[in-house]
């Protein structure tokens, strides 16, 4: 009797671990699921890159400020200049315009909260530190649009140049902005980039005018809108492309040395307040010193005994 107790227990002990080993280790139907794809998806618990959260929260607090549809156009038309393209930018901008407007003014109150200045003085300080807040990304972006700006104007003369090059060696005029897209994209990224985005206004349907036209007003560049401009006037009135090409890349080249001269005649009206301020007074020092340390020393003492 003991032993058949024995074995009805050891039975029921090993179908309960199995059982039990069954449901929370082995998982059959997990398996099975996975295997055939038929079972729900499970996501992982991937770790978050404090980066990522701390986008996210900027991210957050862009969408819930309210965005002026007027003001939104401008400052769309202006981080474009930028190089900004990303869909979620304006998001991102407002949302760093309210993270600062408001945390760089409370730490700048508990900054000052335990210094000796006058009371009048903290409140300035606290309410620039929400003006720089909030305008500071403002400003990050018109800084960028015009650093970009800059880029593209040093090199459109190159562009330019391999522009009448592939022109002239037979290309069309949209194998010759892809191909100049090509080539200055170590040199020169932004016009590069730019150009890129000429071809892929062409390739989804754009006239070439309108994706010409669009160039010059995402650019806001002077010297590339005259490109733009002499562009549509060769396609408009079937000039020949290579020729407008040259003459206007002559035409920037006699700008260019002209700005130079320019820079070079107010290089000597710059240079004086320098010269008086830093220059001279050092040379005096060197010059002058000597002389005046030798007259304290023997003249003086001559003069008094006199």
Known sequence: MALLISILLFVVVALAGAVIGMKLWVRPQEAIERVTGTGPAHTENIPIHPSLMFHELVKKLGTMMPI??????????RMVRAGIR?????????????????GLPLVMSLAVANTAADPTYKILTVLASAAMGF????????????KRQKEIRRG??????????????????????VQVAKDLDEAHPDISEEFAFVNYELKAGKRRIDALRNL?????????????????????????????LRAHS???????????????????????????????????????GPMVVKIMR?????MNNL
């Open 250 to 288: 002559e035409f920037m080249r006699v700008q260019a040395r002209q700005i130079a001269e320019e820079k070079a005649a107010k290089l000597g009206v710059k240079l004086v307040f320098p010269i008086f301020f830093c220059i001279l007074p050092s040379l005096f020092v060197v010059t002058v």
């Open 298 to 302: 023997d003249v003086l003492p001559m």
């Open 156 to 177: 459109l003369p190159n562009a330019l140049d391999l522009l009448v090059v592939c022109v002239e060696s037979g290309l069309g005029l949209d194998q010759a902005v």
């Open 68 to 77: 002026n549809p007027k003001e939104a156009g401008v400052i769309q038309r």
């Open 135 to 146: 305008f500071g990304p403002n400003e990050y972006v018109s800084l960028r649009s015009r």
């Open 86 to 102: 990303n869909p979620n930018a304006m998001k991102y901008l407002y949302g760093s315009k309210a993270l600062f407007g408001i």
């Open 216 to 244: 010059g007003e995402r650019t806001a560049v002077d010297d590339l809108k005259k490109l733009v401009a002499v562009l549509i006037q060769a396609d408009r009135f079937g000039t020949g492309v290579a020729q407008s």
